[in-house]
């Protein structure tokens, strides 16, 4: 099993790791801080740097579900020997912006007080969570509570929950579409001080006002009680230029 360091500290940008196996274009490595697609998260890309300086571009990363082993996706027709020592280098930019986005989606939740039926984040700095409302809330209203928010300082905390806890507290879950991450013997919950809790595997800022403006672009009917809430950073310069 891949020790998954992106668990404890979304901000490692990279790690050496061994290769434990390759089937096909796919890499799995003892350890990694690549964040497999996953609660509307998007998969991480970046590069497996080599001994000799040169380096195997990541295109995704995913997970097996049944297996939970974490594959690292690289062209077709490279090998990488069993046991090679490399480092794993996400490509941080791109991580920093899905990280700011899904610390957003923590903010949506808190002040939307409906239950989620569904989310992503998207690669082009914008993502959107769907809740289960009879009636659209008032956008501007909404837009200006979220950069309240996302300009404060509420810090974020991981804390740790048995999954027998975690059942006994399923209150917690705001998500009706996506269980919390349990299986490995405890769920790890994610908290910005003052304003959310809640059980989340994905990665997050430190603290709120990394987040920084943001734009509610629209608010849509997705049928008859759904609301889908889509949202976008103001300044993204991976996918903007600011």
């Known amino acids: 099993m891949t020790k998954e360091l992106f668990r404890e500290d979304g901000y490692l940008k ?3 790791a061994q ?15 690549f964040y497999p697609t996953g609660g509307g998260q998007p998969g991480d890309t970046g590069r497996l740097i080599r001994q000799d300086g040169t380096s195997v571009a990541v295109l995704d990363t995913i997970k097996d579900r049944n297996s939970g082993t974490i594959w690292h ?3 077709e ?3 990488l020997e069993q046991g090679e020592v490399l480092s794993a280098e996400i490509n941080w930019e791109r991580r920093y ?3 700011r986005l ?3 989606m923590h903010m949506l939740c808190a002040i939307v007080p409906a239950p989620v039926t569904g989310g992503s984040i998207r690669d082009e700095g914008t993502a959107r969570l769907d809740f289960d409302l009879p009636e659209p809330p008032d956008k501007v209203a909404l837009n200006d509570q979220l950069n309240v928010l996302t300009s404060s300082d509420h810090a974020m905390r991981l804390t740790w929950i048995t999954d027998k806890e975690m059942q006994a507290q399923a209150d917690l879950v705001r998500t009706m579409s996506v269980k919390p991450p349990m299986g490995s013997g405890r769920v790890r919950l994610v908290e910005f001080d003052g304003v959310d809790l809640q059980p989340c595997g994905g990665t997050h800022v430190a603290n709120s006002k990394e987040i920084g403006a943001v734009i509610i672009q629209s ?4 049928g008859k009680l759904n609301r889908r809430i889509t949202i976008a950073l103001v300044h993204c310069p991976h996918y903007n230029d600011g």
């Open 14 to 16: 990279q790690c050496e």
């Open 19 to 33: 290769v434990i196996e390759q089937q096909d274009n796919k890499i799995v490595l003892d350890q990694t801080v």
């Open 73 to 75: 996706i690289i062209d």
């Open 77 to 79: 027709g490279i090998e």
């Open 97 to 99: 912006s899905l990280m």
């Open 102 to 104: 899904h610390s957003c």
């Open 219 to 222: 608010i849509k009917k997705k």
